[in-house]
């Protein structure tokens, strides 16, 4: 089991930026993948960005070249630097940690933080 926390959210101006942090309460060097999603109201969950083992990333087309997931194994973190905001990036947004076994594959969320871009 692991919990995780996200901070950084808050209310900021189109253009402007923030960083989302993931803190685990174990190593993260055993997750293949962590990511960022979140979820807008009455919108179904979407994946932002994702960072896997081996340090590779991948992104939502309405966020490459504005956000950057980065993960630091020795801190436990996982970041996101969101830049040139729009309002449209206005949702909760969650972490998520993927473990594959031999038969399965578990799944952790933390429990949100609130992103709100004014115009």
């Known amino acids: 089991q692991v919990q995780l926390a996200e901070s950084g959210g808050g209310l900021v101006q189109a253009g402007g930026s923030l960083q989302l942090s993931c803190a685990a309460s174990?190593?993260?060097?055993?997750?293949?993948?962590m990511g960022w999603y979140r979820q807008a109201p009455g919108k179904q969950r979407e994946l932002v960005a994702g960072?896997?083992?081996?340090?590779?990333?991948n992104y939502a087309d309405s966020v490459k070249g504005r956000f950057t997931i980065s993960r630091d194994n020795a801190k436990r973190t996982v970041y996101l630097q969101m830049n040139s905001l729009k309002p449209e990036d206005t949702a909760v947004y969650y972490c998520?940690?993927?473990?594959?076994?031999?038969?399965?594959?578990?799944?952790?969320w933390g429990q949100g933080t609130q992103v709100t871009v004014s115009s």
């Open positions: 998520n940690a993927v473990q594959y076994s031999v038969d399965a594959e578990d799944t952790y």
């Open positions: 174990r190593t993260i060097s055993t997750f293949n993948k």
């Open positions: 960072v896997s083992r081996s340090g590779s990333t």
